[in-house]
């Protein structure tokens, strides 16, 4: 069964250094999502992609986020540089089309900052 | 912001009984969702109920929209140990391109 993929699973960095994140969506699908999940709460959009172009990206913290996904399949969000607020779980989501519909999420990476 | 605001925020129930979570939004919908999420795990699609239908049924969910109320519920009946979980509501955002999930409600079934 096709899934979404991401990695790391974890990471354990210390503030001011740059992280990022992978993700590879399901086989197909046009539409990429990163969310923000801090614990305790649901998940947050911060980017949304449509197939490379940024479809929605208001919630992203430009000044130190940001995304890409050059090829219209895989994508990386990088923070630069990390701050303690950033300690959450980040997910990805991919689904065949832009319209609200069902959403395929990946394992996620939690993400600890020190 | 979140749209969806589900309720209780958590559940504590014994294996075979039924379990009941609310969610309520704030603005008109083309749909709602309902996913669940194992602790420290992505979520999974449990089940999609669009804006002009009233009831849904998949396996031992049921799923309940009222449009006037602006609210939704989700039945687990039979739960069983795995269902334990957090059960989030999701809805479609202003563009319909997107969703809004809610806080979610911690649901755990013992044995």
């Known amino acids: 069964e096709a899934e979404v993929a991401q990695s790391p699973r974890y990471k354990i960095t210390e503030k001011s250094q740059a992280v990022a994140f992978w993700c590879d969506p399901i086989?197909?699908?046009?539409?990429l999502y990163w969310y923000r999940q801090i614990l305790g709460q649901g998940p947050e959009l911060l980017v949304q992609?449509?197939?490379?172009?940024?479809?929605?990206d208001s919630q992203l913290p430009k000044d130190r986020f940001s995304a890409e996904r050059l090829k219209g399949v895989d994508s990386t969000l990088k923070i630069q540089p990390a701050e303690l607020g950033d300690s959450a779980m980040y997910l990805c989501?991919?689904?065949?089309?832009?319209?609200?519909?069902?959403?395929?999420f990946g394992p996620g990476t939690r993400l600890t900052v020190l | 912001s979140q749209q969806g605001e589900e309720d209780p925020q958590a559940l504590s129930i014994q294996e075979g009984e039924n379990a009941t979570m609310n969610c309520s939004y704030k603005t008109s919908i083309n749909n709602l969702q309902w996913y669940r999420q194992n602790s420290g795990r992505g979520l999974v699609h449990l089940i999609l109920i669009r804006s002009n239908e009233r009831e849904k049924h998949s396996g031992r969910l049921r799923v309940t929209l009222d449009t006037s109320k602006k609210s939704s519920s989700l039945l687990i009946t039979a739960s069983r140990a795995a269902d334990t979980a957090s059960y989030f509501c999701a809805t479609d955002n202003q563009a319909g391109t997107a969703l809004i999930f809610g806080k979610g409600t911690t649901l755990s079934v013992s044995s």
């Open positions: 086989s197909g699908h046009a539409t």
């Open positions: 992609f449509q197939d490379e172009s940024v479809v929605d």
């Open positions: 989501a991919s689904s065949l089309r832009s319209s609200g519909g069902e959403q395929f």
